[in-house]
């Protein structure tokens, strides 16, 4: 008997914990998985931001590529015209802001905690090259 009012009891904790993940609103999803810190261990080298603009593809290759290079949440692959057009048709700002902001399984600024917004332009640039 003590069994089934435990099993009863957890059964209910999960549908409240169901039902309260279902109402979240994007806003906040996106502050749940916002960076809150970074991470320093003691005697390696400090990982400073670069002088200058980087490249697309080298910010491609060091935060991007993860998710990008396979489509990992349905994330558009790289140069692939059949996962990016839909995306373009609503215009290239638009896709820009979604990845400043997060979109779906895409935290803001992706992976790359130390991109600035025309970082991200640059990375979208490359990744939509040729389309």
């Known amino acids: 008997m003590k069994f089934k009012a435990f099993l009863c009891i957890c059964i209910g904790v999960f549908s409240v914990l169901v039902v309260q993940a279902q109402e ?41 590529i993860a998710c990008h290079s396979v489509g990992v949440l349905n994330a558009p692959k790289l140069q692939d015209a059949a996962d990016w057009s839909p995306l373009l048709e609503n215009g290239f700002d638009t896709v820009w802001q979604n990845a400043i902001n997060g979109i779906r399984g895409m935290p803001p600024m992706g992976t790359c905690g130390d991109c600035s917004d025309d970082d991200i332009k640059a990375a979208i640039e490359y990744m939509i090259e040729g389309i």
Do not use: L
């Open 24 to 64: 979240m609103s994007e806003d906040d999803i996106k502050a749940r998985i916002q960076p809150i810190g970074k991470v320093h261990i003691a005697g390696t080298k400090v990982e400073v931001a670069s002088s200058g603009p980087r490249s697309g593809s080298d910010i491609y290759a060091k935060s991007c």
